[in-house]
C-alpha cells in the first residue's frame, strides 16, 4: 500500500488543482481529507504500478482514508504520478 502523509492544514494561495489549503486538521469529513491528499506525488514506477490501494495518513501515522488506485499519470516533465483515485473508507 502507498501511503501519503498530510501536515497541518495550512492556507495556500489557489494551486492546480484548485484548492486554497493543505494539509489537514481534526474534524474534517473523509471526503475533505481525500481531497488534500489528493495531488500529484512522485512514486517509483514500479512500487505504485504494484500497489492496488493508497492511504493518506496524518503526521502522527493515524490512517485518515484509504482509497483504491484507479490509475497512473506521467507529468510533462517524466515523473510518474499517482492519479484517478476512489475513496474507500475513512
Keep these: 500500500m502507498l501511503e501519503i502523509k498530510l ?5 495556500i494561495q489557489t494551486d ?4 486554497t489549503s493543505v494539509g489537514w486538521q481534526p474534524g474534517m469529513s473523509a471526503a475533505q481529507y ?3 491528499g489528493r495531488a500529484f506525488w512522485k512514486f517509483k514506477a514500479d512500487r505504485a504500478f504494484a500497489e492496488r490501494e493508497v492511504r493518506v495518513v496524518n503526521a502522527a501515522g493515524e490512517v ?6 484507479d490509475g497512473l499519470i506521467r507529468h510533462e516533465i517524466g515523473s510518474r504520478l499517482l492519479a484517478n483515485r476512489s475513496m474507500i473508507t475513512r
Design 16 to 19: 492546480a488543482l484548485g484548492r
Design 64 to 69: 485518515l482514508v484509504v482509497a483504491t488506485i
Design 7 to 11: 501536515g497541518e492544514w495550512r492556507a
Design 34 to 36: 481525500w481531497l488534500a
